[in-house]
């Protein structure tokens, strides 16, 4: 007698029932309406703490009538893939505009950050290739390491030696190193400079995804990158994304002309998917210049960023070593991050409960973002919810700062 076919839709359901009955379920809710930081759910209005929208530009006006300008000359859709007929005016001055803003020769477009690793990934690596990745990197890169058939090997957080010893492992395999720039679990910034200079002793090529780094760090917020000095020759690949701090949708591959060439002709996400709206490509064009004229944005995030964690340091409050617009709130468990979110929620603020797979069992977290949309009563009233929570106080490092 032979054994029935698995339902995979059965599976499926199982699953997401293990996942409930773990309290892990994750579940979808409705925005009715946004205005800044303030979002309105189910009748009720809230301050939110969750969203990555760093520069506080989703919403501005001049993003709004680029938009609906492009569009009433275009219409919405970019009606085919780029590399037939969907590539218009506005793709090509963006990806202009962001190759000279990330000092690189090309840039390319993808609907989606996701989809760009992928892209990369999938088109510079082989199956006789090793992918060298953080521990933390975001899930896209691991996938595209994955889906390439290369050999993947994953080193401890921000362990430059460790990668060094994995790279050495391997001295006659072609080889690509990949992290974050910045970390968007834990808001930390990856060693780059050392990690490029590692790359160029071993003749591995370098990828930083700086999704949650470009448009905030830098003294012209050209990203982790940027802020650390290393050019085109240093880190022949850079990925970001539109959608965080630019508060537009999709992301670029920057790098040489050779590189982008080939990514057109091998890069399966790009040839093969729809462009980008062309109105979405002009909202994010205006987002770039906004974002490099209005150095104030990222001053001010800066400073509502220093008056969060001092403001937290004085509650004891058990904070990540971050210093970037993602402040984590490390609570462990996964029914604990839960019960915090509930609890501000309850007071009016929206702050995202971050649990396993996401992270790690045992570190769950609240994960806090700022934006320049915030002003410092809003970042006032946020420390006086969290001081309700009554956590317990977090081990003070030397500077003052939770460890």
């Given at each position: 007698?032979?054994?029935?076919?698995?339902?995979?839709?059965?599976?499926?359901?199982?699953?997401?029932?293990?996942?409930?009955?773990?309290?892990?379920?994750?579940?979808?809710?409705?925005?009715?309406?946004?205005?800044?930081?303030?979002?309105?759910?189910?009748?009720?209005?809230?301050?939110?703490?969750?969203?990555?929208?760093?520069?506080?530009?989703?919403?501005?006006?001049?993003?709004?009538?680029?938009?609906?300008?492009?569009?009433?000359?275009?219409?919405?859709?970019?009606?085919?893939?780029?590399?037939?007929?969907?590539?218009?005016?506005?793709?090509?001055?963006?990806?202009?505009?962001?190759a000279a803003w990330s000092g690189r020769e090309r840039a390319l477009l993808f609907s989606t950050g996701y989809m760009a690793n992928l892209g990369v990934l999938q088109a510079l690596l082989a199956r006789s290739d090793v992918c060298v990745q953080d521990?933390?990197?975001?899930?896209?890169?691991?996938?595209?390491?994955?889906?390439?058939?290369?050999?993947?090997?994953?080193?401890?957080?921000?362990?430059?030696?460790?990668?060094?010893?994995?790279?050495?492992?391997?001295?006659?395999?072609?080889?690509?190193?990949?992290?974050?720039?910045?970390?968007?679990?834990?808001?930390?910034?990856?060693?780059?400079?050392?990690?490029?200079?590692?790359?160029?002793?071993?003749?591995?090529?370098?990828?930083?995804?700086?999704?949650?780094?470009?448009?905030?760090?830098?003294?012209?917020?050209?990203?982790?990158?940027?802020?650390?000095?290393?050019?085109?020759?240093?880190?022949?690949?850079?990925?970001?994304?539109?959608?965080?701090?630019?508060?537009?949708?999709?992301?670029?591959?920057?790098?040489?002309?050779?590189?982008?060439?080939?990514?057109?002709?091998?890069?399966?996400?790009?040839?093969?998917?729809?462009?980008?709206?062309?109105?979405?490509?002009?909202?994010?064009?205006?987002?770039?210049?906004?974002?490099?004229?209005?150095?104030?944005?990222?001053?001010?995030?800066?400073?509502?960023?220093?008056?969060?964690?001092?403001?937290?340091?004085?509650?004891?409050?058990?904070?990540?070593?971050?210093?970037?617009?993602?402040?984590?709130?490390?609570?462990?468990?996964?029914?604990?991050?839960?019960?915090?979110?509930?609890?501000?929620?309850?007071?009016?603020?929206?702050?995202?409960?971050?649990?396993?797979?996401?992270?790690?069992?045992?570190?769950?977290?609240?994960?806090?973002?700022?934006?320049?949309?915030?002003?410092?009563?809003?970042?006032?009233?946020?420390?006086?919810?969290?001081?309700?929570?009554?956590?317990?106080?977090?081990?003070?490092?030397?500077?003052?700062?939770?460890?």
């Amino acid at each position: 007698m032979t054994t029935p076919r698995p339902d995979l839709l059965h599976r499926l359901a199982v699953q997401t029932a293990e996942r409930e009955s773990a309290n892990l379920r994750r579940r979808l809710r409705t925005i009715d309406r946004a205005d800044g930081p303030w979002l309105e759910i189910g009748g009720r209005r809230l301050l939110s703490f969750c969203s990555n929208d760093y520069l506080g530009l989703a919403q501005h006006p001049q993003l709004v009538a680029a938009l609906n300008r492009a569009a009433r000359e275009e219409g919405v859709g970019s009606t085919s893939a780029h590399l037939i007929c969907g590539h218009r005016r506005e793709h090509a001055e963006l990806e202009e505009a962001l190759a000279a803003w990330s000092g690189r020769e090309r840039a390319l477009l993808f609907s989606t950050g996701y989809m760009a690793n992928l892209g990369v990934l999938q088109a510079l690596l082989a199956r006789s290739d090793v992918c060298v990745q953080d521990k933390l990197n975001h899930a896209c890169l691991l996938d595209g390491a994955k889906l390439s058939g290369a050999e993947l090997k994953r080193y401890p957080h921000a362990d430059v030696d460790a990668a060094a010893r994995q790279l050495a492992a391997h001295p006659t395999t072609a080889a690509l190193l990949a992290t974050d720039g910045v970390f968007s679990m834990d808001g930390d910034v990856a060693p780059l400079r050392e990690l490029a200079q590692l790359c160029a002793r071993e003749q591995a090529t370098l990828l930083v995804d700086d999704a949650h780094g470009f448009g905030v760090l830098g003294d012209d917020g050209a990203g982790s990158l940027g802020a650390a000095n290393l050019g085109q020759h240093e880190v022949p690949l850079l990925m970001a994304t539109l959608g965080k701090a630019l508060g537009c949708s999709g992301a670029f591959v920057a790098g040489s002309a050779a590189l982008i060439e080939g990514l057109v002709q091998f890069a399966r996400p790009y040839i093969y998917t729809t462009a980008m709206p062309p109105a979405l490509a002009a909202a994010a064009l205006e987002a770039v210049q906004l974002a490099q004229k209005e150095a104030w944005r990222r001053e001010k995030l800066l400073l509502l960023i220093a008056r969060f964690r001092r403001g937290a340091a004085e509650l004891g409050l058990p904070l990540a070593a971050s210093t970037s617009a993602i402040q984590p709130l490390l609570l462990g468990s996964a029914d604990a991050a839960l019960a915090a979110a509930q609890t501000l929620e309850r007071q009016g603020l929206l702050v995202t409960a971050i649990r396993p797979p996401t992270v790690p069992a045992g570190q769950a977290r609240l994960r806090i973002t700022l934006s320049a949309a915030h002003e410092e009563a809003h970042v006032d009233r946020l420390l006086a919810a969290l001081e309700t929570l009554r956590l317990p106080a977090a081990p003070r490092a030397a500077g003052g700062d939770p460890v």
